[in-house]
């Protein structure tokens, strides 16, 4: 039973935790507050790659007063050597007598750090319910980090804007369907996130920059693009250092080798159904690249496809209530073999945004699909 008095240093650990997520990525972003006697006597954060994490920064913020004290921290301390030793090591070496864990470490290959505490002599608490709020907390924060660890593939966040009746264009022919205020929270989900994707089609008809601007940003997101036979070229915004761009051994091999040139990564996967990439290939190619998150901005093609494989963890759904005169749907349709829950919903100045996550089976908040008269109102997107 973890004391009411833990559980709030667990909370403040959290708290920390936030601050690094996406400065640690596509390492989890940690908090740990070591108390002693009732009082905290040292806290911290993860630092970037190759910097020392949580456990490390608290430990000598708190000195030798963390001897016979209690560490809390959001994820298991991790027991391998990586970019920096064992966060275990240095806490059976500092001598706490107590650790509380919020949330277990799945990946293999740093997990067992609660049985190399325990076999230092150090008594080990939790991790927590998996249905404890703390610990749902810490999964919501680690989703990237956790996806990447259990499927070997980042969480993909899938945006989508829409009018009210489920058209992907505005009727008046004008670029933006949404507002200034949504169109402004793209860019703070872009800021959370270790990459922005796209296919081709919209390289070559928006050339977009897929960056953060106007918001605080710890670090731009990698550009991505799913791009089969290689549409996109040196002269695109994105084709620019730390850019990724995902094709297939059927692209010309000029076009990567200028792409490269210009400072862009280029990986080749299998070519899946309709020629364009192997959608799952491509995510795997994104693992191993160490992206834990992306924010998917595709055209309606790529969008349905990543439904489709069930490759979305979550929709976010602009709808500019405001047009579209036909029955109120959605644009896109339900994951394989279940439905869209809401997540949570909200407005952005004049219109509505919803986060909707999959769910097997049937949900009450399902709501239904597009007509075809919609379905020819969207916008191509071509991946292949």
Known sequence: MIAPVERHALVRAVALAQQAVVRASPNPGVGCVITRDGRVVGEGATHPPGGPHAEVVALRSAGDRAQG?????????????????????????????????????PNPVAAGGMARLRAAGIEVIGPLAATDPIRLAVAAQLEGFLSLATRGRPHVTLKLAQTADGALVAPDGQRWLTGPAARASVHRWRAARDAVLVGSGTVVADDPSLDAREVVVVRQPRPVVFDARLRTTPAHRVARAGALVITTSRAPVDRAGALRAAGVEVVAVGAGEGGGVALDEAFAALGRAGIASVFAEPGASLAAALVAGGLVDRLVLHVAAHLGDGQPRRAVPSPPGGAWRTERSGGAGRDAVLHLVPVPGPATTEVSEPTSATAANRPVEEHA
């Open 69 to 105: 004290g209690t560490a809390h921290v959001s994820l298991e301390p991790c027991a391998h050597h990586g970019r920096t030793p064992p966060c275990v090591d240095a806490l059976v070496d500092a001598e706490v007598a107590r650790v509380v864990i919020a949330h277990p470490d």
